[in-house]
């Protein structure tokens, strides 16, 4: 059966259009089930009815004529109840529904499953036979498997438009593909669907007939791509040079002391260009995808962009000519920097990429640029989109294929309405955070290059309530020296001074692991990581201390934070350190006081020993991002269970509010980092509850600093009573934006389509 089962699915594969796959897939199960007839009814929601699309046994003429209500028959039954039914005598059942005309009154047996995508109901898959016959459990099995293959290939049908299960007269329905949230806003306009340059995962392994031609060749190659990096950066000569400072990170890696030594020295010990840049390429990308910070993990996109682009000059490919309409939608399986330096910036509207997530440095290039950007939509079919018409919906991770009319006035006036808004929120950027009712709330940014650090002063940031300091670790080939780590953190803690920086400690390990430190984990996301590492490697986590409080010296707006705490006695040994690298800065007569230090509560460990810690150290702030995976055991950079990821879960929300009351408890401040603080809405609940800062992403701050003074505490702390009673995290989002939209902040909620859950 398996073997059937794979050769069904490569022909499904194979097929050139739905209707072809639809044949397919009767014919063959009908053949290996041994069974007289094998029928696909798709169901349209819109008009609630199933349609006979495709059958082998019956006659053929009934094709794409029958149809049935949405709980009609026995097919109607198996989609209401989204599980299978299995029958050995078919027109017993009190549901059976005899379809004239077609011979189906001569059938006992019937086998039905639902095609299922996501959640949505397409269809239903039945066989039948003649004789009386209950199908055993492999068969049973092995048609719930050939629905779910056929539930993809339906699906993306849906998305390029060839599915054709529409009434006369009616506009083929739109589709979605959910994703992550890349860069806010919305966008409409034409996809290009943009691929890698070339392809490493082929190049086979070849010993090299003359090693001096291939040195020759792999540096002509090298020099070529540095000179495609400059130009690229060229291009984007509208962003600030230290937005374009990312394209620096690439130049790095193709150094001669970086990638490129590594590839030269494989070609030395024998092996030609291509294959020694495919084995470096491999290497360096599966140290980053072994990480957990999202990220870094994100960097393996950046080694393996570079590697297709060195490779395809090694292979002298010509370089394919596109065309780019007025309002472009760029499409492409995994979206890099150097792609966007291709594209007319005065063309490009809107990012969506297959992989990646929010983290990447695409993401971070497009929230600068201001472009909406949906990453990880993973079941959007993107070879196959090319010309057509897509809504970009960044603010909640949608992307929208063949949009209704009514769907296209809907969001052309949300990209309206958002472009007048964001011009008003410019005049918010000096004021202070303050309610009507006078209650002043500090806004704080996240960072970690220096492209976020000019951002957030034009935002009119307070302070940087997380920067990360990984980063400098990530692009050199050994831990980077004391005075290079000075440097680093002094650019970051002058250029916001008078107001506070965050520094959060090194958080390296099993999931994290440099390629100069390596680590192997079964499970990096419960292994060596944070804290316990650096405590494990004082040597690491002193040298890095002492720098950050050098950096800090006359400037005295230095704050440290520890990652990923789970116990006192890691906090206690982490104080020792610090105080031990106090003293020996003193010692070398450099006159620096001692900064405020804080733990991060990002894992539900910590949230039973706030007290604890709040008695050890001077402030504490959460790590919303991690503190809700953790609590819910859900990856949010994963698309396949994005929708379970939920910061207004209950139980998040209940961990939230027991931190800072017992923080408060004992006299010290408590702060949030990450995107909830971003999120207008649940900042109102924040602020209700009662933190003593938000700190978010430097493109949400000034929609933050404008609902809050819009919304006195008062009204805010009723909210938060009223939500705290509820179960459901979609009623509390509900709940939420209703209050919003009574306060006329309407403009914050952002503009879901109608059609669409919460």
């Not at 992550?180 to 409409?188: D, K, S």
């Not at 950050?548 to 705490?565: E, F, H, Q, T, Y």
Request: hydrophobic letters at 40%; a negative charge.
């Amino acid at each position: 059966m398996l073997t059937t089962l794979r050769k069904i699915v490569q022909d499904v594969g194979a097929a050139r259009d739905l209707q072809t796959a639809l044949d397919v897939i009767v014919r063959s199960v009908r053949v290996a089930m041994q069974t007289e007839v094998c029928s696909v009814y798709l169901y349209d929601e819109e008009i609630s009815r199933y349609t006979l699309m495709a059958n082998e046994g019956f006659k053929r003429e009934a094709v794409g004529k029958v149809t049935l209500g949405r709980s009609e028959g026995l097919v109607g039954q198996v989609g209401l109840r989204e599980e299978p039914i299995n029958l050995d005598d078919a027109p017993s059942h009190p549901k059976y529904s005899h379809i004239k005309g077609i011979g189906e009154e001569d059938y006992k047996s019937f086998l039905g499953v639902p095609i299922i995508h996501h959640r949505n109901l397409l269809g239903v898959l039945v066989v039948q036979h003649k004789a009386q016959r209950c199908y055993d459990e492999g068969e049973e099995s092995f048609l719930v498997t050939m629905s779910a293959q056929l539930a993809g290939v339906i699906a993306h049908a849906e998305a390029t438009g060839s599915l054709h299960v529409v009434p006369a007269g009616k506009q083929k329905k739109s589709v979605r593909f959910n994703g992550v949230a890349g860069a806010p806003g919305v966008a409409i306009g034409v996809a290009v669907v943009l691929a890698p340059p070339a392809d490493l995962s082929v190049v086979p392994e070849k010993k090299a007939d003359d090693i001096e031609a291939e040195l020759t060749l792999f540096n002509r190659a090298l020099e070529a791509v540095r000179k495609d990096m400059r130009a690229t950066a060229e291009k984007l000569s509208d962003l600030r040079p230290e937005e374009q400072a990312l394209f620096d990170v690439y130049l790095r890696m193709l150094d001669d002391k970086a990638l490129g030594a590594e590839v030269c020295k494989l070609i030395k010990a024998g092996s030609w260009a291509q294959g020694a840049l495919r084995q470096v390429v491999d290497e360096h990308v599966r140290h980053f995808e072994m990480m957990d910070d999202p990220y870094l993990q994100e960097r393996a996109v950046d080694v393996r962009d570079l590697g297709r682009r060195v490779l395809s000059y090694l292979q002298e490919e010509e370089q394919v000519s596109i065309t780019y309409p007025g309002k472009c939608v760029v499409v492409s399986e995994e979206l890099t920097p150097a792609m966007l330096g291709e594209v007319p910036r005065e063309s490009l509207v809107g990012l969506v990429s297959v992989l990646g997530s929010g983290n990447s440095h695409v993401a971070i290039l497009a929230r600068a640029m201001g472009i909406p950007t949906v990453m990880g939509a993973v079941d959007l079919p993107y070879d196959r989109m090319a010309g057509r018409e897509l809504i970009v919906d960044g603010n909640l991770g949608r992307v929208y294929s063949s949009p209704s009319v009514e769907m296209l006035r809907h969001y052309q006036k949300v990209v309206d309405e958002e472009e007048q808004f964001s011009k008003g929120l410019e005049a918010l950027k000096d004021k202070q955070c303050v309610t009507p009712d006078n209650y002043r709330i500090p806004l704080w940014v996240n960072t970690g290059l220096m492209t976020d650090t000019v951002r957030s002063l034009d935002h009119g940031a307070e302070g940087v309530g997380l920067y990360r300091t990984e980063v400098p670790f990530m692009i050199r080939e050994r831990f980077p020296s004391e005075q290079a780590q000075e440097k680093i953190y002094r650019e970051q803690l002058a250029a916001f001074a008078p107001r506070p920086v965050t520094m959060r400690s090194l958080d390296i390990g099993g999931d994290k692991s440099l390629s100069y430190f390596p680590i192997r984990e079964d499970n990096p996301f419960l292994g060596w990581r944070g804290i316990r590492v650096t405590l494990d490697h004082p040597e690491i986590f002193l040298v890095q201390i002492r720098a950050m409080l050098k950096a800090s010296v006359g400037l005295d707006n230095l704050r440290i934070m520890l990652p990923m705490v789970t116990g006192v006695s890691e906090v206690e040994e982490a104080l020792h350190l610090v105080h031990r690298a106090h003293h020996e800065v003193q010692s070398e007569g450099l006159d620096v006081l001692l900064p405020p230090i804080g733990v991060m509560i990002e894992v539900p460990a910590a949230v039973y020993q706030v007290r604890d810690f709040s008695r050890r150290v001077d402030f504490l702030s959460v790590g919303s991002n991690d503190l809700t995976q953790y609590i819910l055991a859900v990856d949010r950079n994963n698309p396949r269970v994005a929708d379970l990821y939920h910061s207004l879960h209950p139980a998040v929300l209940q961990a939230l509010q027991k931190i800072v009351h017992d923080a408060h408890q004992e006299g010290k401040p408590v702060g949030i980092c990450g995107e909830m603080a971003g999120d207008p809405a649940a900042a109102v609940l924040l602020m209700a509850m009662g933190y003593d800062v938000l700190s978010m992403n430097a493109t949400q701050l000034l929609k933050v600093k404008w609902t809050l003074r819009s919304m006195e505490r008062s009204q805010a702390k009723a909210i938060l009573d009223d939500v705290m009673t509820m179960d459901n995290p979609r009623i509390i989002r509900s709940t939420l934006e209703l209050a919003l939209r009574k306060q006329g902040l309407d403009q914050v909620i952002g503009g879901r389509w109608q059609g669409d859950p919460a």
